[in-house]
C-alpha cells in the first residue's frame, strides 16, 4: 500500500509505502530512483499495527519509478502502483523523473 500526503508549504509530498509485517518474510527495503536504487537507504520497519513501512520526502509532482527488494536479492514490485504500460510490472511508478538508472545488484540482506 502506498500512502501520500498533501503538497507541504516548501513543494515536498511524503510518500509512504507499506507492506505485511510477515509478507515476504525477512527484510525488505523500497529501492528507487529516490535513493539512487540503493538498497540500505529505506530499510522498511515493523509498526505497530502489523505492517512494516519506509517514507520518503520528494519535491511534489514527481514521477518515482520504485521497487521492492527481499532478503536474498528477490525483487518485486507493489500490486497497488500501476505498471508503465498497463500491461505488466516492470517498475513501480507514482507521480516525472528526469532520469531512470536501474542498478541490479545482488543483495544478502539489510542488517
Known amino acids: 500500500m502506498i500512502k501520500t500526503t498533501r ?3 516548501n513543494g ?4 509512504t509505502f507499506a507492506l505485511p509485517a510477515d509478507q515476504p518474510p525477512g527484510a525488505v527495503s523500497v529501492v528507487g530512483d529516490f535513493n539512487d536504487w540503493n538498497p540500505f537507504t529505506h530499510p522498511l520497519q515493523r509498526r505497530s499495527n502489523g505492517t512494516r513501512s519506509a517514507a520518503v520526502t520528494v519535491p ?5 519509478r520504485f521497487r521492492y527488494l527481499a532478503e536474498g536479492g528477490v525483487w518485486f514490485d507493489d500490486e497497488t502502483a500501476p505498471a508503465p504500460d498497463g ?3 516492470v517498475d513501480g511508478r507514482l507521480g516525472t523523473s528526469r532520469r531512470f538508472v536501474r542498478r541490479c545488484a ?3 540482506a539489510i542488517g
Open 7 to 9: 503538497p507541504a508549504r
Open 12 to 15: 515536498t509530498v511524503r510518500v
Open 60 to 64: 511534489a509532482g514527481s514521477m518515482l
Open 87 to 89: 500491461a505488466g510490472a
Open 106 to 108: 545482488l543483495w544478502a
